[in-house]
């Protein structure tokens, strides 16, 4: 049976898409090819890099990559997900095929304050809030 394929996408696709990604393929990589993409791609947010480090997870070689590039492409998916605020998972395109469009929204770890630790930890709480979300998704999707 061949893997349906998940895309995430988020505004620069350096984080939530990211985690996303990482945590769909761990959990539930038996069913589902995850990919992440952004609207305006950006740099790998060294926050993702290191909450998925503390869940042996490396992302760091990963490269951010454009949502209109992945449109672009042809590639036909399951299910796309917006991990972004609403306004924002607007501008996304509409992908054909049979895909199920969800919004999933998520706190922007590039707009957390405060030292290093403290953005860690909020970070870490968006992961765990991401996890959860992939831990129903593929708990009703699966099987």
């Given at each position: 049976?061949?893997?349906?394929?998940?895309?995430?996408?988020?505004?620069?696709?350096?984080?939530?898409s990211?985690?996303?990604?990482?945590?769909?393929?761990?959990?539930?990589?038996?069913?589902?090819?995850?990919?992440?993409?952004?609207?305006?791609?950006?740099?790998?947010?060294?926050?993702?890099?290191?909450?998925?480090?503390q869940?042996?997870?490396?992302?760091?070689?990963?490269?951010?990559?454009?949502?209109?590039?992945?449109?672009?492409?042809?590639?036909?998916?399951?299910?796309?997900?917006?991990?972004?605020?609403?306004?924002?998972?607007?501008r996304?395109?509409?992908?054909?095929?049979?895909?199920?469009?969800?919004?999933?929204?998520?706190?922007?770890?590039?707009?957390?304050?405060?030292?290093?630790?403290?953005?860690?930890?909020?970070?870490?709480?968006?992961r765990?809030?991401?996890?959860?979300?992939?831990?129903?998704?593929?708990?009703?999707?699966?099987?």
């Amino acid at each position: 049976m061949a893997k349906k394929k998940v895309l995430f996408i988020c505004i620069h696709n350096g984080g939530r898409s990211q985690i996303a990604e990482a945590l769909m393929n761990k959990i539930c990589g038996n069913f589902f090819e995850a990919e992440s993409a952004g609207l305006e791609p950006g740099t790998l947010n060294p926050l993702a890099v290191e909450v998925l480090r503390q869940e042996g997870i490396d992302i760091s070689g990963k490269a951010t990559r454009a949502v209109f590039d992945v449109f672009k492409s042809g590639k036909i998916f399951s299910h796309v997900i917006t991990v972004c605020d609403e306004t924002s998972a607007e501008r996304c395109p509409i992908f054909g095929g049979v895909t199920k469009r969800l919004h999933w929204s998520f706190a922007d770890p590039s707009k957390f304050e405060g030292t290093w630790e403290e953005r860690v930890e909020k970070t870490r709480e968006v992961r765990n809030q991401i996890e959860g979300k992939i831990l129903e998704f593929c708990k009703e999707n699966c099987c």
